[in-house]
């Protein structure tokens, strides 16, 4: 079988895809792989890649981690109409099939994948059984919890532009914890009408969020615990290895760095040589652990093993939209943050990489709705004098997206639900910029 997703063709893994191609090939005795598809592909020799390859085998083809493009949901249906059973898994799988809510009173809004997809699973591959591959207008789902299916089989990866092409892993994955700890934390935001509505009669609305407002991946998953410590060694045991060592991989948890000294001495103990540990981290967890960044960097540089913080999720340096976007940061966090950053990078040098021209793609998040000549000025203003643009600033911001399924999908709707207005959708995503109708 065939699970095919996005990629881009750079050499990292895609954890999840990887994961349950390996639980069908093991678990299920169904051989399996999965091909990334990059945006420039042909579809007419994926086509015809997909004929000869599934000559002889059931036609049941499996999608994951759609990003939301048009050009993949269109084959879907293609697939679909020459006969083969399309199954959907992976982020969000439960809500893009089904869509957004109100769809017949409001035709706008994006329906779901149903129409294409056979059936949908949400939730980890280990609650996925052969007589699931036969089911038809289904939503199958199955909880998370800490305790899954881990085992990757790092060759099975390809991509396909023009042909089938084997992907060498070059950066991996390991799971550390399941879902994001910051999800579970609740809060009440009161979100102003985007500025370019406020002449408008559009309501300020109280929102309820669990975790960052924009995050889709959060609220479709919430948060399960801790890996055990000996099975995340277990992951990293079984990373590629380049010239004697694993290759560089990214430990998945937003909160890393309670676990990092102690991963770093286990796989020490183990005799595990370590190249690389990319970090996904939170400003608060560096805040919380600037006492013990030493002499974890320590530890690393005895071991020769780099240490990158490579997504810092900054997303603005104005305490209004971090506010809004439920962050759980200000501006004073990040200051601290990028100082400690920087003090720790005088002592450290190539042990500790965090800088743009190291590699790393801190998030900041512009244009956004709210964005009035205030907050512009606020964050220029801060940028400048912090003078995040030498190490910090990322060479493009990237515009706030509008997951149908995210919390501020509930508030686009809100918007809709009381008043005349409608926003554009462009497959799975909402485009708050986009007014479809001017209202009179
Ligand atoms: S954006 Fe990151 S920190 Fe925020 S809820 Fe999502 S995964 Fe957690």
Not at 12 to 17: F, N, S, Y
Not at 362 to 370: L, S, V
Request: glycine share 8%; charged share 25%; with cysteine.
């Amino acid at each position: 079988m065939i699970i095919f997703t996005h990629h881009t063709g750079e050499p990292h893994g895609i954890l999840g895809a990887q994961v349950a191609a390996t639980f069908f090939e093991r678990k299920l005795s169904i051989p399996s792989i999965v091909v990334g598809i990059k945006r420039d592909f042909s579809k007419e020799h994926l086509l015809r890649f997909i004929d000869e390859y599934y000559a002889g085998k059931d036609t049941v083809v499996a999608f994951s981690h759609l990003c939301g493009r048009k050009d993949l949901i269109a084959l879907v249906g293609e697939l679909k109409q020459q006969g083969f059973t399309t199954i959907l898994g992976g982020p969000q799988a439960r809500q893009d099939y089904r869509g957004e809510p109100s769809t017949d009173a409001y035709p706008h809004r994006f329906k779901g994948l149903h129409s294409v997809m056979d059936a949908a699973f949400q939730g980890p591959i280990d609650g996925f059984r052969s007589d699931h591959l036969r089911a038809r207008g289904n939503l199958l789902e199955h909880p998370w919890t800490k305790d899954i299916f881990l085992e990757v089989d790092w060759s099975n990866l390809y991509t396909f532009s023009n042909a089938l092409t084997k992907l060498e892993v070059r950066l991996g994955q390991v799971l550390n914890a399941v879902g994001c700890p910051y999800a579970s934390k609740a809060q009440t935001v009161t979100l102003p009408p985007p500025v370019m509505l406020r002449e408008r009669d559009v309501p300020t609305l109280d929102i309820r969020s669990e975790g960052c407002i924009f995050c889709d991946v959060s609220r479709d998953k919430g948060y399960h615990g801790l890996i055990e410590g000996d099975r995340v060694i277990a992951q990293v045991r079984r990373l590629p290895e380049v010239e004697g060592r694993k290759i560089p991989f990214e430990l998945i948890d937003e909160y890393p760095l309670r676990s990092l000294g102690r991963l770093l001495k286990e796989t020490e103990r183990q005799r595990i040589v370590l190249s690389q540990i990319n970090l996904v981290c939170r400003v608060d967890d560096i805040n919380a652990h600037a006492s013990d960044l030493a002499d974890i960097l320590s530890l690393a540089r005895s071991l020769n093993v780099k240490i990158m913080f490579s997504s810092i999720g900054f997303e603005s340096f104005n305490d209004r939209l971090l506010e809004y976007f439920c962050k759980g940061i200000t501006v004073a966090d990040i200051i601290r943050c990028v100082e400690t950053l920087r003090r720790l990078k005088d002592r450290f040098g190539s042990i500790l990489l965090y800088r743009r021209d190291e590699g790393a793609n801190h998030g900041f998040i512009r244009p956004t709705p709210w964005d009035d000549p205030e907050a512009i000025r606020e964050n220029d203003t801060n940028i400048f004098l912090h003078r995040f643009f030498e190490d910090i600033l990322p060479e493009h911001s990237t515009p706030l997206i509008i997951h149908h399924a995210s919390t501020l999908g509930d508030w686009i709707r809100q918007i809709e639900s009381t008043t005349d207005i409608r926003f554009g959708r462009d497959g799975t995503w909402i485009e708050w910029w986009n007014l479809l109708n001017h209202g009179g």
